[in-house]
């Protein structure tokens, strides 16, 4: 196991001009991630996307982006220009995005746009790189695989996109995933599937991985550790096996707001914000 984090992030903060202002979409964020799976979870508009993409440099150019520090692997990625970042897209870092049919190339086969995933960071012949992506099919539990790789984006449900897509950002074989939402459009059964892919590819290849999610109860049965967001802040980072037992208000505010099949007949609670949050140091 590797004792370094894969990935470390220090006084992260993301803005963006807009008319009425500048937006702070995330504020002076630290975090680690090593060979471990890490959820981000919060309300839309927390920043948990947005940290991923700051991450890897795929915000638009005129986001303003600063950090103390942003290591992959004790290698700084904050002067990285875009030809070196191309490098380690993929093959370092790969991501997930939420739909997968806003993220395939609706006139390319699927088989085609997986290859090109491994061709682009592997010196392979087309026919070994078919086989891979042939294999890569298989790995992400789609059966006939032969037949799916013909296939167009519109052509396959959004349960078999989602696993292409894992396959597309898993073929290079990176060291660390980041997987946006990647759940949220599917149902449970298929939810459940795509999360079990995910759980062996990770363990079996020693990966590090960070799932962004709005669902606590998600996240706390699948990860290891969790990141509490709120407005571009993180308000805590706790055990996920212990997230039931958090003490901060805005994550017992979360969970409260949750609903249960056993339960009284009562409305559930409304969250209550306080601007003492945005202020408070992390955890408290």
Not at 33 to 51: A, F, Y
Request: proline content about 6%; aromatic content about 4%; charged content about 25%.
């Amino acid at each position: 196991m590797r004792s370094e984090p894969l990935l470390t992030v220090e006084n992260l903060s993301v803005l963006f001009p807009s008319p009425k202002g500048d937006v702070q979409a995330v504020k002076h964020i630290s975090f680690s991630v090593g060979q471990k799976k890490i959820g981000i979870v919060g309300e839309s508009g927390s920043g948990k996307s947005v940290t991923g993409r700051a991450v890897l440099k795929l915000l638009p150019p005129y986001a303003r982006v600063t950090a103390d520090r942003i290591d992959f692997k004790g290698e700084s990625l904050l002067d990285k220009s875009e030809k070196e970042m191309r490098k380690i897209r993929g093959r370092g870092i790969s991501m997930v995005m939420q739909d997968p049919k806003f993220s395939l190339n609706p006139v390319r086969c699927v088989g085609k746009q997986i290859e090109e995933a491994y061709r682009t960071h592997r010196k392979v012949s087309r026919k070994q790189a078919r086989q891979k992506t042939l294999e890569m099919l298989s790995a992400v539990r789609i059966r006939h695989p032969e037949r799916v790789y013909h296939l167009y984006p519109h052509e396959v449900s959004g349960g078999m996109g989602q696993r292409i897509m894992i396959a597309m950002m898993l073929i290079p074989e990176p060291s660390l995933l980041i997987a946006d939402e990647p759940t949220s459009a599917l149902d449970v059964t298929v939810q459940l599937q795509v999360l079990a892919i995910l759980d062996d590819l990770v363990t079996e290849r020693g990966m590090g991985l960070i799932f962004v999610s709005h669902d606590l109860e998600l996240v706390a049965s699948f990860c290891d550790e969790v990141i509490i967001m709120y407005a571009g802040r993180i308000m805590e980072i706790c055990d996920a096996k212990k997230l039931h037992e958090s003490t901060h208000p805005y994550t017992k505010g979360l969970l409260n707001c949750l609903p249960r099949i056993k339960g009284e007949a009562e409305y559930l609670p409304t969250l209550e914000r306080e601007d003492a949050w945005l202020e408070a140091p992390l955890g408290n």
